[in-house]
């Protein structure tokens, strides 16, 4: 059994998570622990707050009951408002913390765009610009070349939360570019994992969403490596059949 420990803030999208561990392997098991979200707010100084050391060492504890491997901050806005080496410093210290291999939804969007071997990203964000703009300058500090922008405008995770099928394909779709190698969708808040091969059909290249890479990400870190098309390009990497 390979157990791996979410660090998730507040109540928005967390049921992508059992949805993931259905799609993997029956010996993969996900733990997901909810930290303080504080003020829900897509704001520079709120994201700082919640992505704090203090925040992030309530959750471990709990983590560490649970048997976990690894351990992945399961927020992008919460880790990339730190800049690239802010974030750096931020699993730094959650790894010390939790007495194992750490990561953070930013930095598996990073990886997972390496294990594509793509370059020019269209991002499409449910945050409002500035903070899109974050982001994307996040990536650029890990090599890629951001091509388009789309940032939403949207202030709470709890609205990110409501947003259904509809409003998830028009945002990717207004994000994407004829140049764009893959499309990403940067919000842990968002409502993905039953959506992304109908995603990827519509648009014609990989897809990349919060949850997803988080979880892929935890997989990173503990050296598993599964097939599991349900979710997308990213997890088709493997053969099928696993040795």
């Known amino acids: 059994?390979?157990?791996?420990?979410?660090?998730?803030?507040?109540?928005?999208?967390?049921?992508?998570?059992?949805?993931?561990?259905?799609?993997l392997a029956g010996d993969i098991r996900i733990d997901l622990v909810h930290t303080d979200i504080g003020?829900?707010?897509?704001?520079?100084?709120?994201?700082?707050?919640?992505?704090?050391?203090?925040r992030l060492?309530?959750?471990?504890?709990?983590?560490?009951?649970?048997?976990?491997?690894?351990?992945?901050?399961?927020c992008t806005s919460g880790s990339f408002v730190y800049g690239w080496e802010g974030a750096h410093e931020q699993v730094r210290t959650l790894a010390v913390t939790a007495g194992m291999?750490?990561?953070?939804?930013?930095?598996?969007?990073?990886?997972?765009?390496?294990?594509l071997d793509v370059r020019r990203l269209a991002?499409?964000?449910?945050?409002?610009?500035?903070?899109?703009?974050?982001?994307?300058e996040f990536l650029r500090a890990g090599g890629a070349e951001v091509v388009s922008v789309r940032g939403s405008g949207i202030i709470t995770a709890a609205e990110v939360g409501t947003w259904g099928e509809a409003?998830?394909?028009a945002l990717a779709k207004e994000a994407d570019t004829p140049d764009a190698e893959a499309v990403l969708l940067p919000d842990t808040a968002l409502h993905t994992a039953a959506h992304i091969p109908a995603l990827e059909r519509e648009l014609g290249k990989p897809v990349l969403t919060a949850n997803q890479v988080t979880v892929w990400e935890g997989l990173r870190l503990t050296d598993r490596r599964v097939n599991a098309s349900e979710l997308g390009t990213l997890f088709t990497?493997?053969?099928?059949?696993?040795?």
Request: hydrophobic share 45%; glycine share 8%; proline share 5%.
């Open 1 to 23: 059994m390979t157990a791996l420990g979410f660090l998730y803030p507040g109540h928005s999208a967390e049921d992508d998570y059992p949805r993931i561990e259905q799609l």
């Open 39 to 54: 003020e829900d707010a897509h704001r520079v100084d709120a994201l700082l707050r919640m992505g704090s050391a203090e």
């Open 57 to 74: 060492a309530t959750g471990v504890e709990a983590l560490r009951l649970t048997g976990a491997e690894a351990v992945v901050w399961a």
């Open 101 to 115: 291999p750490a990561s953070s939804t930013s930095f598996a969007f990073v990886h997972a765009v390496r294990e």
């Open 123 to 136: 991002v499409g964000a449910t945050y409002p610009d500035d903070v899109a703009g974050l982001f994307a």
């Open 167 to 169: 409003e998830l394909f």
């Open 237 to 243: 990497r493997e053969p099928i059949v696993q040795v």
